[in-house]
């Protein structure tokens, strides 16, 4: 028989029982809605952690941590260094290696320290972090107000918009230009054990960073101030929030950091150790992402712990493997319950029309036509229920969308759609709820092709 | 049954000409209705073989079995078994379906056949508003549609009255002569055997009785 006879026949037959056909049809739709949508989140959650990642600018960087500290990104790694202690520090020397490495463009170290803004008599608190210069190119500043820093030592700030609005709730443009005072804690390193002055010794405030060396048993945090001209005001976090230097409402340029000599939380550690002043972590720019991986195993062969998004993205995509196979899992079931209606139609089916199937058969349909029609059949309800079911889960991921977009902008969020139909989810939904139709049929339709024609009835 | 074996058709030896119009006879049980089926490829025998045309039917495939009822054999019945929910043409047009005709062929050869039998109009009405005599016309219509050498009927009149039967075997025979198609016919109708088959075989308990050549 032909594929159109095939069609005609099975959409006829379809039509002879409207409401049951209906109904199945209806719970295959419920079966690809629920698959549809649950694997449209998937990859509206995917979709939206990789723009952050990207946001993050971080594809052409490296994270450098020292394996004498605990936390690490890859805990197979850390489990085959038996000696962390006798890993090496992540001090000035180390740093200026790095430097040295091809394609690197710049080592900077993440400074995160706590700090003060004195501005109209008030002092506002907040976390100060130093930027690179290479910041400005990073996205958050595409709406930057004023201008970035003028150089990367420069008495110069910018403030995060929701820090402005602190300072100067009525206008917190107008702080542009302004100067404000900077209360911070000064790193001061004490003289090595068994110096007989005592005295502390005060660093020179011209001193260049990194020259304390292994003799630096001790350090006291001393009280300063700096006068800073705000250049800029930021709305939104660089890095897309996701780096040690944007969780902070107080930007300087890194070098500025690093001249003031501020104390770092991890100062304590290193002086705890015994050694110098050490970095917590420095952050490695390679000139291309391309070769992110290699800087990253030569850095590796130096005995540090790196971390570049490299790492970040392998991680999601194994996350998101399994949270795909989970929400497929559970869109699933429905539609094996769909199944189930269908075999059920189906041989509801054939017992109904073993006279018309018996008719066909002995006017010349093949076992194979009459098998083959039941296919039709199975296929068209689940044509049907795959186009309805992509519709009923379009309108659901809709609601979805709707539902997380009120929430978040309650919440002072911006509104992202978490929920993304691509067009193969479409094709590939309709494909794969005809071939769970076509595994339905297959037992009522050889169950039909198996019944005898009718024959010359002996006595009916 | 069960382990018993009863032979509905046994050790019969028969050969019926091409064009030829004959009448199987016999009380019920006696195995004619198991010879026609037989004939049809409906059934296969436990043992000897059925040649149509040359070929065994004992010796084909369910496949090919199917194909020779679709393209050699027309079968009508005592209960018609036209399908309810099929019009008159696509009940006419369903074997046509099966043998792949082309589309516009089929329109045409739908027309065609019911002519033959008489029925020109009526052609979207559904079987169960037409009349035991116009169903069974319609019934012939559709063992016509593929232009079969080969004519099976069961008890056609059986469900009819006198005179719409008469006009039915009036029409089988007709379409016999001028289409030039072998007629074999089941029948416990004597009478209406005698005037319209050529030849009349006798079957009792699965065996041939006798035969008749009628004048």
């Known amino acids: 028989m032909k594929g159109y006879d095939l069609f005609e026949l099975a959409v006829r037959n379809l ?9 199945t049809t209806v719970g295959i739709s419920v079966g690809v809605a629920s698959l549809v949508a649950m694997l449209s989140l998937g990859v509206g959650l995917q979709q939206l952690a990789t723009k952050r990642l990207a946001g993050s600018g971080m594809f052409d960087t490296v994270f450098v941590t020292s394996k004498q500290d605990s936390r690490g990104f890859d805990r197979e790694e850390d489990q085959k260094d038996q000696h962390p202690e006798k890993a090496p520090v992540l001090d000035e020397a180390s740093r200026q290696q790095m430097t040295r490495l091809q394609y690197v463009t710049e080592v900077e170290p993440e400074v995160r320290v706590m700090g003060q803004i004195v501005y109209g008599g008030q002092t506002h608190f907040g976390f100060v972090t130093g930027l690179p210069m290479s910041a400005r190119e990073n996205e958050a500043f595409d709406n930057l107000q004023g201008k970035f820093f003028s150089s990367s030592d420069a008495d110069e700030v910018i403030l995060l918009d929701d820090f402005a609005k602190e300072l100067n709730p009525q206008n917190p443009k107008s702080l542009v230009g302004q100067e404000v005072t900077l209360r911070y804690g000064e790193h001061q390193s004490l003289p090595a054990e068994g110096d007989a002055s005592g005295r502390p010794q005060v660093s020179d405030q011209n001193e260049s ?12 945090v001393v009280r300063k101030t700096q006068q800073l001209k705000v250049v800029g005001i930021v709305d939104e976090e660089p890095y897309g929030g996701m780096r040690t230097v944007s969780r902070g409402r107080i930007f300087l340029p890194v070098d500025l950091t690093e001249k003031l000599n501020m104390a770092e939380f991890s100062d304590m550690r290193s002086s705890l150790r015994g050694h110098g002043k050490s970095y917590a972590t420095l952050t490695v720019r390679v000139k291309d992402p391309a070769k992110v991986s290699q800087v990253q195993d030569a850095i590796k062969n130096m005995g540090f712990r790196t971390f570049s998004v490299l790492d970040a993205t392998k991680s999601l995509r194994r996350f998101f493997t399994v949270l795909d196979l989970f929400l497929g899992i559970f869109g699933s079931l429905a539609l094996a319950v769909a199944t189930l209606a269908i075999i059920n139609t189906l041989v509801m089916a054939v017992l109904e029309r073993r006279r018309e199937i018996g008719v066909m058969k002995a006017i010349g349909a093949s076992d194979g036509d009459v098998k083959k029609l039941f296919f039709a059949e199975a296929g068209a309800m689940g044509f049907f229920g795959g186009i309805l079911g992509i519709a009923l889960g379009f309108a659901i991921g809709k609601a979805i969308n709707i539902g997380t977009g ?17 067009s193969w989810l479409i094709g590939a939904a309709i494909a794969f709820s005809i071939l769970v139709s076509l595994l339905a049929g297959l037992y009522p339709a050889s169950r039909a092709a198996r019944l005898d024609p009718v024959q010359t009835p002996k006595y009916e | 049954m069960g382990d018993s074996m009863i032979r509905a058709v046994d050790g019969i030896s028969l050969s019926i000409a091409a064009g030829e119009f004959v009448a199987l006879l016999g009380q019920s049980g006696s195995g004619k209705s198991t010879l026609l089926n037989l004939l049809a490829g409906l059934d296969r025998p436990t043992s000897g073989s059925v040649l149509v045309q040359g070929r065994d039917l004992a010796k084909m495939s369910s496949e090919e079995l199917a194909r020779y009822r679709r393209n050699d054999v027309g079968m009508v019945f005592q209960a018609f078994h036209l399908i309810p929910a099929m019009t008159i043409t ?6 046509m379906r099966f043998a792949e005709v082309d589309r516009t062929e089929r329109a045409q050869r739908v027309r065609e056949a019911l002519e033959r ?34 004519l099976l009927a069961d008890e056609p009149t059986g469900n009819l009255d006198s005179r719409t039967g008469e006009d039915i075997l009036n029409l089988i025979r007709d379409l016999s002569v001028s289409l030039g198609m ?3 016919m089941v029948t416990h109708e004597r009478a209406l055997a005698e005037r319209f088959a050529k030849r009349l075989i006798f079957l009792g308990d699965g065996k041939l009785i006798s035969q008749e050549v009628t004048a």
């Open chain 1, 15 to 23: 039509r002879q029982s409207k409401l049951r056909n209906g109904l």
């Open chain 2, 90 to 95: 696509e009940n006419v047009e369903l074997p």
């Open chain 1, 406 to 422: 009120i929430y978040l902008r309650n919440h002072q969020l911006p509104a992202e759609p978490v929920w993304i139909l691509p």
């Open chain 2, 182 to 184: 072998t007629v074999v």
């Open chain 1, 209 to 220: 960073p990194g020259t304390n060396t292994g003799d630096d048993y001790g350090f006291s």
């Open chain 2, 117 to 150: 039998v008489g029925l020109g109009k009526r052609l979207g009405h559904r079987p169960s508003e037409l009349s035991g005599g116009e169903q069974q016309r319609v019934s012939i219509a559709r063992a016509l549609a593929n232009r079969p050498s080969l």
